[in-house]
């Protein structure tokens, strides 16, 4: 018999006490959206009041509300894979590294928590949680290639 894998807990505790209570099906919202040059992690809210065909986000980054439009963000999360971002680290410093893997399929057991994301780095992986990750311009421009 093989060795038995232990059950590492991803959770992050921290970043689900931020997200704001109104919002549920937390994971049904999660986008990458354009803000001050950057693709930040953020949860949709609501359609937006401003900008037309726009969207209320929460940034994690800063822990705020802003509008942002349709045509500036990234919803489908999965073309993440083997693509190369920037995310901040347990030490809160910045870091780029190339997304690998996640510890989420397509079942609905997860819906209540952000995804994590498997990132290699110089010659290590690690586990990064959706809220600390983004992506400049450019890395943005390479996703839609």
Same mark, same amino acid.
Request: hydrophobic share 35%.
């Given at each position: 018999?093989?060795?038995?894998?232990?059950?590492? @807990?991803?959770?992050?505790?921290?970043?689900?006490?931020?997200?704001?209570?109104?919002?549920?099906?937390?994971?049904?919202?999660?986008?990458?959206?354009?803000?001050?040059?950057?693709?930040?992690?953020?949860?949709?809210?609501?359609?937006?009041?401003?900008? =037309? @065909?726009?969207?209320?986000?929460?940034?994690?980054?800063? =822990?705020?509300?802003?509008?942002?439009?349709?045509?500036?963000?990234?919803?489908?999360?999965?073309?993440?894979?083997?693509?190369?971002?920037?995310?901040?680290?347990?030490?809160? =410093? =910045?870091?780029?590294?190339?997304?690998?893997?996640? @510890?989420?399929?397509?079942?609905?057991?997860?819906? @209540?928590?952000?995804?994590?994301?498997?990132?290699?780095?110089?010659?290590?992986?690690?586990?990064?949680?959706?809220?600390?990750i983004f992506m400049t311009r450019e890395q943005?421009?390479?996703?839609?290639?």
């Amino acid at each position: 018999m093989g060795a038995e894998q232990s059950r590492v @807990d991803l959770h992050d505790h921290e970043t689900s006490s931020h997200i704001p209570t109104y919002i549920t099906r937390v994971t049904s919202n999660f986008i990458l959206a354009l803000y001050n040059g950057i693709f930040y992690a953020c949860i949709i809210i609501r359609p937006a009041t401003v900008i =037309k @065909d726009g969207y209320t986000v929460y940034f994690f980054h800063f =822990k705020g509300e802003a509008e942002v439009p349709s045509n500036c963000i990234i919803g489908n999360l999965w073309c993440l894979m083997n693509c190369e971002i920037t995310y901040t680290d347990a030490n809160g =410093k =910045k870091c780029t590294g190339r997304i690998i893997g996640t @510890d989420q399929n397509n079942v609905d057991s997860n819906y @209540d928590q952000p995804m994590n994301f498997f990132v290699y780095n110089c010659n290590q992986c690690e586990w990064v949680s959706f809220p600390y990750i983004f992506m400049t311009r450019e890395q943005a421009r390479l996703l839609c290639g």
